[in-house]
């Protein structure tokens, strides 16, 4: 376990997403937002998560789940129900005419819901922009992770519901670390539990933990396929078929994104060009890492970093 909460190397939250979520029977919400990982924490009452492929699941007080983006799913007093908000990317809330609801639906600091008083509470947590350590892990989590009240609980979620309702200096920030240390609890606890072993099946295969290992050492070193076999001591037949098997992409895919998402990491750095970034990360120029940038992610590093400093 401790290997693969290596690799996910903590989560990372920036001005993530926080909201306490208050309903009244009947109610359904379709979660369009495609947040790369979301925590939800029933405080009272009972919500129904309705994958679009799977079962539904219900939480009720004391449970936690957390779903892994980008597949949408609805939440609702009932699995039948019919969703009535659409909650799209950015969390922009509209309703089924495609009308913003959200200031119909904000009652007061990072509350929401069709009331104020209802007796269903949830929070939610959301990543926007998880780092590419955060998608590494989700190739090992279900859609949907539940931890029932009565298997595990946690002072955070407490001192998450308290924290979520004040608008203090500084607050952004405590949120998101709070929401940082849930989350590791979570899966810390998850991934102790027997369901979650073939998750962490890459953490077994010590010759494709070795090749993560020296990805993650030195994304910048011109690695080839032979080259990283060689480091590892493998075959490259060996190397390609189970790193696919266990990661489920090949080596030099799996190096070209994490140095992507490194990237985009650092471009939040006003400190970084792209021209440093550019070579942190092994690309030869800026302009053959802008042109892969744009390619995979597309949006230009520039256009990205612009919109990672934007409010909001």
Not at 213 to 242: F, N, Q, V
Request: with cysteine; aromatic share 6%; proline share 8%.
């Amino acid at each position: 376990m401790n290997g693969l909460m290596d690799l996910f190397d903590g989560p990372r939250a920036r001005g993530a997403f926080t909201l306490r979520t208050v309903m009244r029977p009947p109610w359904s919400l379709r979660i369009a937002a495609e947040s790369p990982l979301a925590v939800i924490a029933v405080i009272s009452g009972v919500a129904w998560v309705v994958p679009d492929d799977g079962d539904p699941v219900q939480l009720g007080p004391g449970d936690i789940a957390v779903t892994r983006g980008p597949d949408h799913y609805t939440m609702a007093d009932d699995p039948a129900a019919e969703p009535e908000v659409v909650v799209h990317p950015g969390q922009r809330c509209c309703d089924l005419d495609g009308n913003s609801v959200h200031d119909a639906m904000m009652h007061g600091v990072r509350r929401w819901g069709n009331d104020p008083e209802g007796q269903t509470v949830f929070l939610v947590g959301a990543y926007e922009d998880a780092s590419e350590v955060s998608a590494r892990l989700r190739h090992a989590l279900p859609p949907i992770l539940v931890l029932t009240g009565d298997e595990w609980q946690s002072p955070l979620v407490p001192l998450l519901r308290d924290e979520v309702a004040k608008d203090e200096p500084g607050q952004a920030a405590v949120l998101d670390r709070l929401l940082d240390l849930l989350l590791i609890a979570v899966l810390k606890e998850w991934f102790a539990r027997p369901e979650a072993r073939e998750a962490a099946r890459v953490q077994g295969d010590l010759l494709v933990a070795r090749a993560l290992k020296a990805m993650h050492r030195d994304p910048a070193h011109p690695w080839t396929l032979e080259s990283l076999a060689s480091e590892i001591g493998a075959s490259r037949a060996s190397l390609a078929r189970r790193f696919n098997d266990v990661v489920g992409e090949p080596p030099m895919t799996f190096l070209k994104n994490w140095r992507l998402s490194l990237a985009a990491d650092l471009l939040r750095d006003p400190g970084e060009s792209v021209g440093t970034v550019a070579e942190k990360v092994g690309y030869s120029s800026p302009f053959a890492f802008s042109a892969a940038f744009k390619r995979v992610r597309g949006v230009s590093p520039q256009e990205h970093r612009s919109g990672a400093r934007s409010p909001g």
